[in-house]
DNA sequence: CCTTGACTTAAAGTGAACTTTAAGTGATAA
DNA sequence: TTATCACTTAAAGTTCACTTTAAGTCAAGG
């Protein structure tokens, strides 16, 4: 797979992909004799983890840092297994975080409700007066 | 309350505090007859919301756009109701795509404690095989 | 009286994460 | 053979949401 295909398959630019690699996002991708990148299942998979995590907020640094220790081989296992409970963690928070936003929206949304019938009720006497009127 | 105090309060610098004024992020701070802001209870209420739903993500044009609206009084309803349907729509969008990305942490996490187990075993290999040759 | 703290405007600076531009090389397909 | 992609490096530009700096005014308290 070239790096058109793949930025279509991601919806990511080429510009993008280029740049996550050169900053070390997720290993080289081999490139064929002329030079040209060519991804395999695993790129597809890196890239895709690194889609997800940054479309959630990991920030590129904690990324780099994981792939980083990834690179180095067995020994940084449990190295990288931190990293990835304490991404968990903050993510855990975060969405923690939103839910209390969402249930304060609900909230919000409800007493708009009660505000706009509130509105049409004033709506009507004042309808009514003006049969009255009549 | 003054600046100050409701800086502490919600862990936002005066100069922030200034400047969501400015852009109209709540309705104008109140001054004393030195032109001293002097929040009260609703002032609060704002911004504590603000607060709220920036940690959240919401951006600070929507918030402008609520606030606006807001300042229009009561035909704008619908309009502002609107506005929290739609970003109470984003945040959970937002937040499921958090419950995708911790799951799927979760499993990686799993898997290095798979990842460890293994190398563990092959350490005590090690060992056993030292002791045969003993 | 003088320090402290609040106020103002305008503008420049910051950091993150890209995006774009420039300027060039090299391979492949019609 | 010429157009189309892909590649490179280096650097500048963009957006968002502040933050900081500068340069000054004004009022209250010890």
New binding site residues.
């Given amino acids: 797979m070239?790096?058109?295909q793949v930025a279509k398959l991601f919806d990511?630019?080429?510009?993008?992909l280029?740049?996550?690699e050169?900053i070390g996002l997720f290993p080289p991708i081999n490139r064929?004799?002329?030079?040209?990148?060519d991804y395999n299942e695993e790129d597809i998979k890196w890239i895709d983890f690194v889609k997800c995590m940054?479309e959630s907020g990991l920030?590129?640094?904690a990324l780099i840092e994981y792939k980083s220790l990834f690179a180095t081989g067995d020994h940084s296992l449990e190295a990288r297994q931190k990293i990835l409970v304490d991404e968990r963690e903050k993510l855990i928070e975060k969405r923690d975080e939103i839910d209390k936003s969402i249930s304060r929206l609900a909230g919000k949304i409800k007493d708009y409700d009660g505000k706009l019938l509130e509105r049409e009720n004033k709506l009507k006497g004042t309808l009514v007066t003006e049969a009255k009127h009549e």
């Fill in positions: 070239n790096i058109t990511l630019s080429a510009a993008t280029r740049y996550y050169s064929n004799k002329s030079g040209v990148r940054r920030t590129i640094e």
